[in-house]
C-alpha cells in the first residue's frame, strides 16, 4: 500500500477490518517471540500500531499480517521499536516539579526566599513551542491549592520532617532514613534528571538535608541506552528553565544543532534499570515518591488493576504516587487518595484521610 498524505494515511488505517482471530493469534504471536504482554495495553493503541505497520507492508488483512511477521523477524523489531512513545521533555509539567521541591524546602525547614532556584521556563522559550498568550497565560496562573491538598502538604512536611531529622538523630545512617524515589517509565531520562537537578540544588543550599536515592526504570531499553549517555537535543529542552539548563548543562554545536550534554554530577545520581513494570519491579526498595507519569493512558481497563497493585505494593505508607495530567484514577483506588487534583497527587494511607 503507499500513501502521500497524514490525510490518506489515517484514511488507509480507518479502512482495514479487524477479525477477532487473527487479531488474538497476532498478540499471542507477539507475546511469544518478544516476552511482551500487549493484552495488558489499550485495544485501540494497539490496534492503531498494527496498521499502521501494516500500511508499509503489502498486506491488506490482519491474517496476512500475521503470516508477515511470522517469518520476518525484521518485522517484529520494527513493530515494537515504534510501539513504545519515548515522548517526554525536561520539567514536563513544570508546576508538578514545583510542587515536589516546595515539600522539600518545608521538610528540610529552610526559607524559600534563602533558596536560589527557578523553575518556570522563560516566556519567550515557551512561546516558541505554544502560542505566547498561551504561555504567558500558563506562567501567570496561580497555582490552587484545594483545602484536600493543604492538609495533605501538611502530612507530607510531617513525614519528610520525621525521616530527615527525627531518624536521622536517633538513629546512625541507614537505608531507613533514605527518601526513595522512582520514576516509572522514565522514557529517556528527562523526568528522572529533572527531579535530581532540583534536589542536588536544593542540597547545596539547606543545610541538612535528607538523604534520597533515585531509581528510574522503561523497558524500551535503546531509551534506558539514552538515558544514561545523557545528551539531548533541543527538543528535550523546551521547558527547561535558564536557571537549570546554565547550572547542568554544557552546550555543544553540532551540524544538526546543539547538543546538551547533562553534568556528570547529576548522571551520578541515577540508577537506570530496564524492566517491564507489569512483570513487577526488580529493584529492593519501598519508595516514599513514585512519578508514574503517561504509562497508564496505554493500559486497557482490566490490566490497569494488576499492574496498580505492583505500583502501590512498591509504595510506603504515607507514600505519594504522581501520575501525568491527563491521567486519573478518580477519587481513590486501594490505599491510594487523591490529595492534589491540580497536580494528580495521591497519597497511600489505609485510614480514609479526608471526609467526602
Ligand atoms: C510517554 S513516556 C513517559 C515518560 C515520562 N514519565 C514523562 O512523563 O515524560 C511512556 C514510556 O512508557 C514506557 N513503557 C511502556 N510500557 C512499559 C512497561 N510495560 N514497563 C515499563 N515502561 C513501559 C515506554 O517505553 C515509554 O518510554
Known amino acids: 500500500m503507499s500513501f502521500d498524505s497524514e490525510q490518506n494515511k489515517d484514511n488507509l488505517i480507518d479502512n482495514i477490518p479487524v477479525d477477532e482471530k487473527s487479531y488474538n493469534a497476532l498478540i499471542h504471536l507477539l ?26 507492508t503489502p498486506c491488506r488483512t490482519l491474517n496476512e499480517y500475521y503470516d508477515y511477521i511470522s517469518s520476518n ?16 521533555f525536561f520539567f514536563r509539567d513544570y508546576d508538578v516539579f514545583e510542587t515536589i521541591q516546595d515539600l522539600f524546602i518545608q521538610g528540610s525547614r529552610v526559607s524559600r526566599k534563602d533558596i536560589k532556584s527557578n523553575i518556570r521556563p522563560d516566556p519567550n522559550k515557551l512561546a516558541k513551542f505554544r502560542t505566547k498568550s498561551n504561555a504567558v497565560k500558563n506562567l501567570h496562573k496561580n497555582r490552587f491549592l484545594t483545602e484536600k491538598a493543604a492538609k495533605y502538604y501538611v502530612d507530607i512536611f510531617i513525614f519528610l520532617n520525621q525521616l530527615s531529622y527525627y531518624q536521622k538523630m536517633k538513629r546512625p545512617k541507614s537505608e531507613n532514613n533514605t527518601i526513595n524515589i522512582w520514576s516509572c517509565p522514565c522514557a529517556t531520562g528527562e523526568e528522572p534528571y529533572s527531579l535530581a537537578m532540583i534536589l542536588d540544588n536544593l542540597e547545596t543550599q539547606a543545610p ?32 527547561i ?86 491521567e486519573t484514577l478518580f477519587d481513590s483506588w486501594g490505599n491510594l487518595q487523591l490529595i492534589d487534583t491540580n497536580n494528580r497527587i495521591y497519597i497511600k494511607s489505609r485510614s480514609k484521610l479526608y471526609e467526602r
Open 73 to 88: 523477524n525484521a518485522e517484529i523489531n520494527k513493530f515494537i521499536e515504534g510501539f513504545t512513545v519515548n515522548y517526554t
Open 241 to 326: 528553565s535558564d536557571y537549570y539548563e546554565n547550572k547542568y548543562f554544557t552546550k555543544q554545536k553540532t551540524h544538526f544543532g546543539y547538543k546538551n550534554i547533562i553534568s556528570e554530577r547529576i548522571k551520578n545520581k541515577i540508577e537506570f534499570v530496564e524492566e517491564d513494570v507489569t512483570k513487577g519491579h526488580s529493584k529492593p526498595y519501598y519508595y516514599d515518591i513514585i512519578f508514574c507519569r503517561y504509562l497508564l493512558i496505554y493500559f486497557n481497563r482490566e490490566n490497569r488493576h494488576k499492574f496498580l497493585k505492583i505500583i502501590e505494593n512498591q509504595l510506603v505508607e504515607n507514600g505519594i504516587l504522581i501520575l501525568g495530567k491527563t
Open 208 to 239: 541538612r538535608f535528607p538523604n534520597y536515592k533515585i531509581i528510574a526504570s522503561d523497558i524500551a531499553p535503546e531509551a534506558i541506552q539514552k538515558a544514561k549517555v545523557g545528551i539531548y537535543t533541543d527538543d528535550s529542552m523546551k521547558e
Open 31 to 56: 507475546k511469544k517471540t518478544t516476552g511482551l504482554n500487549f493484552k495488558y495495553y489499550n485495544r485501540k493503541f494497539i490496534e492503531k500500531r498494527i496498521k499502521s505497520r501494516m500500511i508499509r
